[in-house]
Nanobody
């Protein structure tokens, strides 16, 4: 079983950047497909980005060309680099691990382990 802890959230102005981190313990991240999801107040949790065990990446259309997902297996950490932030990116961001699939699924129901979330607030 893997434990996940997100960090790096905060308040940023529109157009700014943040980098989120998701530190894993208990098992190596390389054993999992990983994802970032977010949930804004009053909305459903939505897919942001995934990275497969192979390293293949997939992004939601709303963040493509602005966000980059990556993993550092040596540090056992997942990252989400967020550039050109918009007010609509405001949400709690969660990292998640899928122990079953090798590819990165965009469906939150497929993920087995979740972090506690980190708040990102973008002011316009």
């Amino acid at each position: 079983q893997v434990q996940l802890v997100e960090s790096g959230g905060g308040l940023v102005q529109a157009g700014g950047s943040l980098r989120l981190s998701c530190a894993a313990s208990g098992r190596a991240l390389s054993n999992y497909a990983m994802g970032w999801f977010r949930q804004a107040p009053g909305k459903e949790r939505e897919f942001v980005a995934t990275i497969a065990r192979s390293g293949n990446r997939n992004y939601a259309d709303s963040v493509k060309d602005r966000f980059t997902i990556s993993r550092d297996n040596a540090k056992n950490t997942l990252y989400l680099q967020m550039n050109s932030l918009k007010s609509e990116d405001t949400a709690v961001y969660y990292c998640a691990a899928d122990r079953t699939r090798t590819y990165g699924s965009s469906r939150s129901i497929n993920y087995d382990y979740w972090g506690q979330g980190t708040q990102v607030t973008v002011s316009s």
